[in-house]
């Protein structure tokens, strides 16, 4: 059984935003604009091919912010969506929600006056670049920031209690009862300060 953890959700007019069906948005409209130029967008995309990562179990959503620079356009994000997790307690399959921001700079590939190619300064090497149809592509760093955000101990609960040690039964099911278990001879120690006896 999958276990689905609770979010918090909340709604806002979107009358005015627009909804892209994916992680490539045309900007060609805001580069024609001057700098300080700020564009919001609502997303709402489908879930990504996470490759060797957990699996999506609902799309990309949130609001994608767009600032027109005097070089290109700074994109910051607050994104949420679900991972395919397992319980680091008792390994129940659970649904998780996770919330990851994007803060890039993007830099056009040509100028969009003239249509020249845009060189790249040496220290903008690794930049997002914007494509030649001035299209900004998130999928690869939505991608990372989902990776990035999977939790290191996912819980199903805050209070799991896991799986017992002895038979590995999940202990948030209905109690169960073990016989008593000859101790290992190397412990015989231990239980003697603890004040138990085998007469007891």
């Not at 969009?112 to 001035?134: C, K, Y």
Request: glycine share 8%.
């Amino acid at each position: 059984m999958t276990r689905e953890i609770p979010t918090t959700t909340w709604n806002r007019t979107q009358s005015s935003l627009s909804e892209p069906d994916e992680l490539i948005f045309n900007v060609g409209g805001l580069l024609s604009e001057p700098a300080g130029v700020v564009e919001e967008l609502f997303v709402d995309a489908p879930p990504l091919n996470l490759e060797d990562g957990p699996a999506q179990m609902r799309g990309v959503t949130g609001e994608l912010h767009l600032s027109r620079t005097n070089r290109g356009l700074i994109a910051r994000a607050t994104l949420s969506t679900a991972l395919r997790l397992s319980c680091s307690r008792c390994l129940t399959d659970i649904i998780y929600p996770v919330e990851f921001k994007v803060d890039e700079e993007a830099l056009p590939s040509i100028d969009f006056a003239t249509g020249a190619p845009v060189a790249l300064e040496e220290d903008d090497s690794d930049m997002l670049r914007l494509s030649n149809h001035h299209e900004l592509n998130l999928n690869s760093v939505v991608r990372d920031a989902i990776v990035l955000s999977e939790p290191i101990a996912p819980l199903c609960r805050e209070d799991c209690p896991g799986l017992c040690v002895v038979c590995g039964y999940e202990l948030a099911g209905e109690p169960h009862y073990h016989a008593d278990q000859d101790i290992d001879p190397r412990l015989e120690g231990l239980r003697g300060l603890l004040g138990t006896s085998d007469r007891e």
